[in-house]
């Protein structure tokens, strides 16, 4: 199937300074990804559609000048807390659309999250 | 739609039982549903998924059935395994591009 990787898996930061992280598609082409934070035994909040070559499209609350999202190449999206505080802290998690095998319908091939915790 | 940030409900099960998780579903135009699988500190992965025309699809010890009528969608997991506690969730494709995932269940298998 599809692989979908995201780095880093884990990073601390000091409160104040800012974060990337990034999601690739290792195998496959992908003019959409999505980007999700996730809290603790809590499901995933989608945060924002990236789209290749144009701006992202943020859900409602979520602060664009706070997580920024760079879609530059059809093969990588980076999303980037800026002046991070540790009310940011969080699982992110990105994902990409591909074709179900089974199904040839479109699934979400998802990367394995990043830890973030601002201190 | 959008994901619910609530508490997931918790389903404890012993080794060897079936489990069932639910989930319920609010579009009724959703023609596709996928159950996704995230262990602890991973992202999901895809497990199996039905389309709208059918009401049941079995995969290896998976089998996933669809009740249209009530918007209802459920996971069986046959002779659970400890490798299968995780969180479930369920997603529908709503004719949207943007996946809309249910709240999750997750489900512990005790040895």
């Known amino acids: 199937g599809a692989v979908v990787s995201q780095h880093p898996s884990w990073v601390i930061c000091k409160s104040g300074t800012s974060v990337k992280i990034e999601c690739r598609s290792l195998?496959?082409?992908?003019?959409?990804m999505f980007w999700y934070r996730q809290f603790p035994k809590q499901s995933l909040m989608l945060m924002a559609t990236?789209?290749?070559?144009?701006?992202?499209?943020?859900e409602q609350g979520v602060e664009k000048d706070k997580f920024l999202i760079n879609h530059a190449s059809l093969t990588l999206s980076t999303l980037t807390v800026t002046s991070a505080h540790p009310e940011d802290s969080s699982f992110y998690i990105c994902?990409?659309?591909?074709?179900?095998?089974?199904?040839?319908?479109?699934?979400?091939?998802f990367g394995a999250g990043t830890r973030l915790s601002v201190l | 739609g959008e994901s619910v940030g609530l508490h997931l409900p918790t389903l404890s099960v012993q080794e060897g039982d079936n489990s069932i998780i639910n989930c319920a579903y609010s579009?009724?135009?959703?023609?596709?549903f996928i159950w996704y699988k995230q262990e602890s500190g991973k992202g999901p992965q895809f497990i199996i998924d039905i389309r709208s025309n059918m009401d049941k699809r079995q995969g290896q010890r998976v089998t996933v059935l669809l009740n249209k009528t009530v918007k209802h969608l459920s996971l069986q997991i046959a002779a659970t395994q400890p490798g299968d506690s995780a969180v479930y969730f369920c997603?529908?494709?709503?004719?949207?591009?943007?996946?809309?995932f249910g709240r999750g269940t997750s489900l512990i298998v005790h040895p």
């Open positions: 195998d496959f082409q992908a003019t959409t």
């Open positions: 997603a529908e494709n709503g004719g949207s591009y943007i996946p809309t």
């Open positions: 994902s990409a659309p591909g074709t179900s095998g089974s199904s040839g319908k479109n699934i979400q091939y």
């Open positions: 990236s789209n290749e070559g144009s701006k992202a499209t943020y």
């Open positions: 579009n009724s135009a959703s023609d596709y």
